[in-house]
């Protein structure tokens, strides 16, 4: 079956430093891949989406690749301020399949 | 004013109990979707609509059902609650593009449901 993964034990990263979350997945072929954002008791917030014919998108501080050899995508936060505290969900989908298939997220943890 | 809203925001109910949860939205958008989300688990996809006449099945859509009432209005029931489907759930709403389904989702602010 289908499977995402996502580091489940939260990721300690000091201000300023570059925070590097990762997104794995099996038996899967994505046309697509999008991050989302979640903070505490609030609904995931869209931040970036790459296409399976894309190895890099960037958006200000942060970074996102997508490796369909490795099945893996690394999403970046260059500077990282603890404003940038948060849990993070990669979520995949296909062209022909309008359900997105998300992680179960990693929370990232910024210590001033 | 949020875009996508869900009501009520925390419900405790009793097994057996039918319970509906509400979302609204304003963006305009076609495409509705209701997930539940649990610990250690990525959100699961329960029902989603393309318009008002057009309701499909998500991944675990036994024990529930919806009503697309409007454009704007996507409603989920469980008509006989029961313990694990306490979670929390979200609404969830995207554009139909040109691009097809690659469109970014926009949520709710969620809704807490606990059965006991």
């Known amino acids: 079956s289908q499977k995402i993964e996502q580091n489940s034990e939260a990721l300690n990263i000091q201000e300023g430093k570059t925070a590097t979350l990762t997104c794995n997945y099996t038996n899967y072929s994505p046309a697509y891949l999008q991050w989302y954002r979640q903070d505490p008791g609030r609904g995931p917030v869209f931040l970036l989406l790459?296409?399976?014919n894309e190895k890099e998108k960037r958006k200000e501080r942060l970074k996102v690749t997508f490796d369909t050899t490795l099945k893996q995508s690394l999403f970046h936060i260059t500077a990282s301020q603890p404003a940038d505290s948060a849990t993070y969900l990669c979520?995949?989908?296909?062209?022909?399949?309008?359900?997105?298939?998300w992680g179960a997220g990693t929370k990232l943890i910024i210590k001033p | 004013d949020a875009d996508v809203t869900q009501t009520p925001r925390n419900r405790i109910t009793k097994t057996g109990k039918r319970i509906m949860l509400e979302c609204s939205q304003t963006?305009?958008?076609?495409?509705m979707y209701w997930y539940r989300q649990d610990p250690g688990l990525g959100l699961r996809l329960i029902y989603y609509s393309f318009d008002v006449k057009d309701i499909n099945k998500g991944e675990i859509s036994d024990g529930y059902s919806v009503s697309r009432q409007a454009q704007a209005k996507f409603s989920l029931s469980l008509e006989s609650a029961i313990p694990n489907q306490t979670a929390l759930y979200f609404c969830?709403?995207?554009?139909?593009?040109?691009?097809?389904?690659?469109?970014?989702?926009?949520f709710g602010p969620g809704t807490r449901l606990t059965v006991l």
């Open positions: 969830a709403t995207s554009d139909r593009t040109t691009s097809g389904s690659r469109s970014e989702q926009f």
């Open positions: 963006k305009g958008h076609d495409r």
């Open positions: 790459i296409r399976e």
């Open positions: 979520a995949l989908g296909g062209d022909s399949n309008y359900q997105l298939i």
